[in-house]
Nanobody
Framework: QVQLVESGGGLVQAGGSLSLSCAAS??????????MGWYRQAPGKQRELVAI??????????NYADSVKGRFTISRDNAKSMVYLQMNSLKPEDTAVYYC???????????WGQGTQVTVSS
């Protein structure tokens, strides 16, 4: 049974930093995990992509939403099946529930974590 477990959310003042972590388990092997990413959903809004990172043979490629470029950094540790999101210069509009996502490399099925709340006060 695949599970994604996020940690690291919380309350921070504008301009501050938070780091999120997500541990994936239950995949047949670490090579079964394709792209991993972070999405967020604010109250009354649709879930949106924050950042996504692929798993190349030697290099991981990352893409970011325009709203977080230069402030957020996504990374992953393939050996540990983990993905991270470092969030700097946080703004009140970054307030949302942040969800970890992992795509099965062969089937393309999307797995989701339970979400972690990030609240940025002004």
């Amino acid at each position: 049974q695949v599970q994604l477990v996020e940690s690291g959310g919380g309350l921070v003042q504008a301009g501050g930093s938070l780091s999120l972590s997500c541990a994936a388990s239950g995949f047949e092997s670490i090579f079964s995990i394709g792209p991993m990413g972070w999405y967020r959903q604010a109250p009354g809004k649709q879930r949106e992509l924050v950042a996504i990172i692929s798993s190349g043979a030697n290099t991981n490629y990352a893409n970011y939403a325009d709203s977080v470029k230069g402030r957020f950094t996504i990374s992953r540790d393939n050996a540990k099946s983990m993905v991270y999101l470092q969030m700097n210069s946080l703004k009140p509009e970054d307030t949302a529930v942040y969800y970890c996502n992992a795509k099965h490399r062969r089937s393309g099925y999307d797995y989701w974590g339970q979400g972690t709340q990030v609240t940025v006060s002004s």
